[in-house]
């Protein structure tokens, strides 16, 4: 069965560094999604991806975050300087285009970001 | 999109039948309604979804009352590995917005 695959599973950095968060979509799906769940509290909306351009995107998708779709494969999340509050799960989703009102989105199994 | 209530937390004793409920009454003619879970901080897993008729597939059912203002998700057999936070969405079709919006869900219990 396809899936996404994130990697890495687990990275810790430190406060100030850029990290990037790697993601490859499920082949021949058009949308794609970064979500993020803070320890104990609610999945929350990053920003979504069609057509090689941002679609939509959350208040806390703000300048220090980017994505982009290098290769036609990756799908990458930057957090150009990190802060203590981004530490968290990253999941990565992506969406068949098809149907695309009903169709579900497909999650990653997260990268676990550990700011220190 | 329209908002959901869940019950905060359920138990079930592992093979039988788990019906874990959702209100949202505010959900208009084109809204969806879909199901998803986490077990433990993995990534949220599709469930089920639909629109305003029953649906089945092989992990569960989805019963929508006639008016559409609430919704069951039905684990026929539930297993231990079935315990897991059970979120309700429901999801709007105008606008470009495709993304999920997730509640609190229903933390599943599934006792042996």
């Known amino acids: 069965e396809p899936e996404v695959t994130q990697t890495p599973s687990h990275q810790v950095t430190q406060m100030g560094q850029e990290v990037i968060l790697r993601c490859v979509p499920i082949s021949n799906h058009l949308y794609f999604y970064w979500y993020r769940q803070i320890l104990g509290q609610k999945v929350e909306f990053l920003v979504s991806f069609y057509n090689n351009e941002i679609s939509e995107k959350s208040e806390i998708f703000d300048d220090q975050f980017s994505v982009e779709r290098p290769d036609g494969s990756n799908f990458t999340l930057k957090i150009r300087s990190t802060k203590l509050e981004d530490s968290a799960m990253y999941f990565c989703?992506?969406?068949?285009?098809?149907?695309?009102?009903?169709?579900?989105?497909?999650f990653g199994q997260g990268t676990r970001l550990t700011v220190v | 999109d329209a908002k959901t209530t869940q019950p905060t937390s359920m138990d079930c004793a592992e093979g039988r039948a788990a019906n874990l409920p959702c209100n949202h009454s505010?959900?208009?003619?084109?809204?969806?309604v879909y199901w998803y879970r986490q077990i433990h901080s993995q990534g949220p897993q599709y469930i089920i979804h639909g629109l305003k008729n029953n649906e089945t597939n092989e992990m569960a059912s989805l019963i929508i009352t006639e008016d559409r203002k609430s919704s069951t998700l039905i684990l026929p057999h539930a297993t231990l590995r079935d315990t897991a936070v059970y979120y309700c969405?429901?999801?709007?079709?105008?606008?470009?917005?495709?993304?999920?919006?997730f509640g609190s869900g229903t933390q599943l219990t599934v006792l042996p």
């Open positions: 505010t959900i208009s003619g084109n809204e969806y």
């Open positions: 989703a992506s969406q068949d285009g098809v149907r695309r009102e009903n169709t579900e989105a497909f």
């Open positions: 969405i429901v999801r709007s079709l105008s606008g470009s917005a495709r993304q999920l919006t």
